[in-house]
């Protein structure tokens, strides 16, 4: 049986970790669903606070906030200052896309 090199081992074993990274990473990703962000309605349209699964809910949906800022049906509700001001206290930022 041929030895391996520590260099060979060390390559096979970075690529497997890349590979599950990625795995891990696509199963992860965001699902844009606006509607999912109905939940900090109240939040958005009184001087209630957002609730946990408001604050859930953005997070989630960080990764869409550009495509939504595209969209003139959800713009302004995205760039609203109650909705910042909500996501500011959900400490979720809305990009500058």
Do not use: D, H, W
């Not at 844009?32 to 939940?39: I, K, Q």
């Not at 609730?51 to 906030?65: G, I, R």
């Not at 760039?79 to 930022?93: D, E, I, L, W, Y």
Request: net charge positive.
């Amino acid at each position: 049986m041929k030895k391996v090199s520590g260099s060979v081992l060390c390559a096979v074993v970075m690529v497997a970790a890349v590979m599950l990274m990625t795995e891990v990473r696509l199963s992860n990703a965001a699902t844009c669903n606006p509607a999912s962000l109905s939940v900090c309605l109240p939040a958005i349209t009184s001087s209630t606070p957002p609730s946990s699964a408001c604050c859930s809910n953005l997070k989630q949906q960080k990764p869409c906030f550009c495509q939504y800022l595209k969209n003139p049906n959800l713009k302004q509700y995205i760039n609203s200052p109650n909705a910042r001001k909500v996501a500011s206290t959900c400490g979720v930022a809305i990009p500058k896309c």
